[in-house]
């Protein structure tokens, strides 16, 4: 303890000539649990407060959920606090607030976290800042918004365009939401980035060639692509759906 405090006095670590430093927020609330998410993240349930088991839970998001956003990033700032002196006199190139779905945040909230981020940290005038978002309507009515508290870029957790395979996914969205979500996506932001995901119940090679189709025709810069994966201590662990054979995937 006493080698490590004495490394983390300010001025002593030279890391000015290092590279940029990239930094990640996590903001852990979701409407609902997917049964196929390991991620640390909680459901909120209608009370404000929140479930901690792994297991997914199949009851009605509830919108008017409270996230305890003032809290958290008073937490957040302390945490940040105790690893400054770390990282002295390096430069923030990018930043990624992800969850949980970060977009139960509102756009206050997050405003005065980019806020606090660029009080403690020198950020480089070009740093990219990214928010994942979820396309339910009740949060993509707050994409420009977002874009006025500093986000740069939005990430949009689609997963699917097919109504049968999100359904199986347990998201809370349906094909429309997400087609709506991405061009509210479009409107307001230079570049946004879509999650896709294959290898899903019932899903056929051509359904995965249909929702890739059309993630391209609504023009995102970037498109991530993930295989469904069976995780441990989740409920698809406890509950398994059948995939598509491995030489699909």
Not at 7 to 27: E, I
Not at 100 to 129: M, N, V, Y
Not at 165 to 173: F, S, Y
Request: proline share 8%; hydrophobic share 40%.
């Amino acid at each position: 303890m006493k080698d490590l405090q004495h490394h983390m006095r300010p001025g002593l670590l030279q890391l000015a000539a290092l590279p940029p430093l990239s930094l990640y927020v996590h903001l852990p609330w979701c409407l609902k649990k997917c049964p196929y998410c390991d991620f640390n993240s909680h459901e909120l349930r209608a009370d404000g407060a929140q479930t901690l088991h792994p297991a997914a839970s199949l009851a009605a998001p509830t919108p008017t959920s409270q996230v305890p956003e003032q809290r958290y990033i008073d937490a957040l700032m302390a945490d940040l606090e105790a690893a400054l002196p770390l990282v002295w006199g390096r430069t923030v190139h990018s930043i990624f607030i992800g969850g949980g779905t970060p977009s139960l945040f509102s756009p206050q909230a997050i405003d005065r976290l980019i806020g606090d981020i660029r009080a403690r940290l020198k950020l480089e005038p070009d740093c990219e800042i990214t928010l994942e978002a979820n396309p339910g309507t009740f949060e993509k009515n707050r994409f420009r918004a977002y874009r006025i508290a500093g986000v740069t870029r939005l990430s949009v957790g689609v997963q699917s365009f097919n109504d049968a395979h999100l359904k199986a996914l347990g998201r809370v969205h349906d094909r429309a939401q997400a087609i709506a979500a991405v061009e509210e996506a479009a409107q307001s932001f230079d570049t946004f980035n879509l999650d896709i995901m294959y290898a899903l119940p019932g899903q056929t090679l051509q359904n995965v060639e249909q929702d890739v189709h059309t993630a391209l025709a609504l023009g995102p810069k970037h498109i991530s692509i993930y295989q469904l994966t069976i995780e441990p201590n989740t409920y698809f662990a406890k509950f398994p759906p059948v995939v598509p054979e491995e030489d699909l995937g």
